[in-house]
């Protein structure tokens, strides 16, 4: 042992002396340290973060021990105390700030990967919609040149001309009515003026307006209602959910399919189910039925006779049925695939 009675180079003297001993002591629980950190590396943090107190306070009482030659004097037994106060204390203390730093990292990473995400779907929602917009506008150039021109001139042509032309107007504006929406919905300033609204009513209104258009493309419209159940809502709201399911499901069904709409109640919330005749949705794009300006199809533009929208009636659909506190989900059923929306029921 050193005296603290002795003189500088002395202590240095018997530091040297005794350093081989010390680190034949402390190396090996540093290695065995080593290998333990290695090995629960891809674990839990807490676990890396104990390690890592446990490691440097053994190995000092290990080499301690060892160049007292295990002497347990009152100096070694007051320092093995010590050192097992400080593990009693920082072992705890590693927990805590592990499974904090474990939260912290978890949130940073899914912050991290969510910011992505909407990065990705920004910029693909610009390229979809930058396509969408440019098609009906050269579209109304071209024509609009053709008038001025004098290309067409007999009224039969103009007045073909000027329908097509606020044909691609409404579908022009309808874009720019989704982009409102859908930004409001994003950026959290949609405000509902809730009240109790009868479901059914709702879709009995939708279904007035929408079954001329399923008409034309000789699609049935089947409607069921088994109650009449009430929710608390935002009336003009819930009926866009309705119509933007409705068109979608009759834009995908082939000529001569069916559409079925179903009203009912299950528990303590509305049910509204939409089923189509599409054939089914790959299983791959099932989980992506409601991204921003997905459509599922390599075909972007819509047919002269379709009302066709730029992908956002599904996107806009999710966010008033989750502003509503409810659900939607889309899975295959049948000849084609059901949206079905759950809205809790009006209570009082």
């Known amino acids: 042992m050193i005296d603290p ?26 290695a065995l340290g080593t290998a333990l950190l290695y090995w629960v590396r891809r674990g839990a943090l807490t676990t890396t973060m104990t390690v890592l107190v446990l490691v440097p306070v053994v190995a ?52 991290r990967e969510r910011e992505r995400a909407a990065e990705a779907s920004r910029r693909e929602l610009v390229a979809w919609i930058s396509h969408d917009l440019r098609t009906p506008l050269a579209g109304i150039r071209a024509m609009a040149e053709a008038l001025a021109d004098g290309v067409v001139s007999s009224p039969s042509e103009v007045a073909g001309y000027a329908s097509r032309i606020s044909g691609e107007s409404r579908r022009l504006s309808g874009m720019v009515d989704d982009l409102f929406e859908l930004s409001r919905i994003t950026a959290g300033a949609l405000q509902l003026t809730m009240s109790q609204v009868a479901l059914r009513e709702v879709v009995s209104d939708v279904l007035a307006a929408q079954v001329p258009v399923a008409q034309r493309k000789r699609v049935r419209v089947l409607a069921s209602a088994a109650t009449a159940p009430v929710v608390l809502g935002s009336d003009p709201e819930l009926a866009r959910v309705v119509r933007n399911l409705v068109s979608n499901a009759i834009r995908h069904t082939p000529p001569d399919g069916t559409v079925a709409v179903q009203v009912d109640v299950d528990g303590g919330d509305a049910v509204l189910a939409v089923d189509d005749a599409c054939g089914g949705i790959p299983d791959a794009e099932l989980s992506r039925v409601f991204d ?37 989900d889309a899975h295959n059923h049948g000849p084609g695939c059901r949206f079905e929306v759950r809205l809790p029921l009006a209570t009082g």
């Not at 009675?5 to 540093?30: C, D, K, N, R, S």
């Not at 080499?63 to 705890?92: D, K």
Request: charged share 15%; net charge positive.
């Open 5 to 30: 009675g002795e003189t500088f180079g002395q202590m240095m003297t018997h530091a040297l002396h005794i350093l081989p001993y010390a680190l034949a002591f402390v190396l090996p629980v540093v």
């Open 60 to 111: 000092m009482l290990t080499g301690v021990l060892g160049i007292s030659g295990f002497m347990f004097n009152p100096t070694l037994t007051t320092m093995s105390l010590v050192c097992l106060l400080v593990l009693l204390v920082t072992v705890p203390v590693a927990l805590v700030l592990g499974r904090a730093i474990a939260r912290r990292s978890v949130w940073e990473r899914e912050a």
């Open 292 to 328: 921003v300006a997905f459509r599922g199809s390599a075909a972007r533009t819509p047919s002269r006779d379709e009302e066709g929208g730029g992908g956002l009636g599904l996107a806009i659909a999710k966010g008033l049925v989750e502003a509503h506190k409810g659900r939607i």
